[in-house]
């Protein structure tokens, strides 16, 4: 069994950034490609970044493209989601994921590992 936990998100102003983290803990041993995704009251889950497991490759949705950028450091169980240029519409809870699925990796499905989320709330 693998914990993610993530950590780092809180209120901000449009504009400002935040880099929240998300560490693993258990069976860490295995290095697994990670995703982030986040999600608001009333919508689905919604794809935000994808690394893997050598941090070499990455993937990005469509909405948050050139102002986050994600990262790892194996050494240290982490993954990371720097947030920058941040919007109102980024507001939602930020789930880490472990990847283990084939497929898609911008799908839920791909990912059977979670963390239990952070809130970022992005004011206007």
């Known amino acids: 069994q693998v914990q993610l936990v993530e950590s780092g998100g809180g209120l901000v102003q449009a504009g400002d950034s935040l880099r929240l983290s998300c560490a693993a803990s258990?069976?860490?041993?295995?290095?697994?490609?990670m995703g982030w995704f986040r999600q608001t009251p009333g919508k689905e889950r919604e794809f935000v970044a994808y690394?893997?497991?050598?941090?070499?490759?990455?993937a990005y949705g469509n909405s948050v493209k050139g102002r986050f950028m994600i990262s790892r450091d194996n050494a240290r169980n982490t993954v990371y989601l720097q947030m920058n240029g941040l919007k109102p519409e980024d507001t939602a809870v930020y789930y880490c994921?472990?990847?283990?699925?084939?497929?898609?990796?911008?799908?839920?499905?791909?990912?059977?590992?979670w963390g239990q989320g952070t809130q970022v709330t992005v004011s206007s």
């Open positions: 994921a472990a990847y283990i699925r084939s497929g898609s990796v911008s799908a839920i499905g791909g990912y059977d590992y």
């Open positions: 258990g069976r860490t041993n295995s290095i697994y490609d």
């Open positions: 690394i893997s497991w050598s941090g070499t490759s990455t």
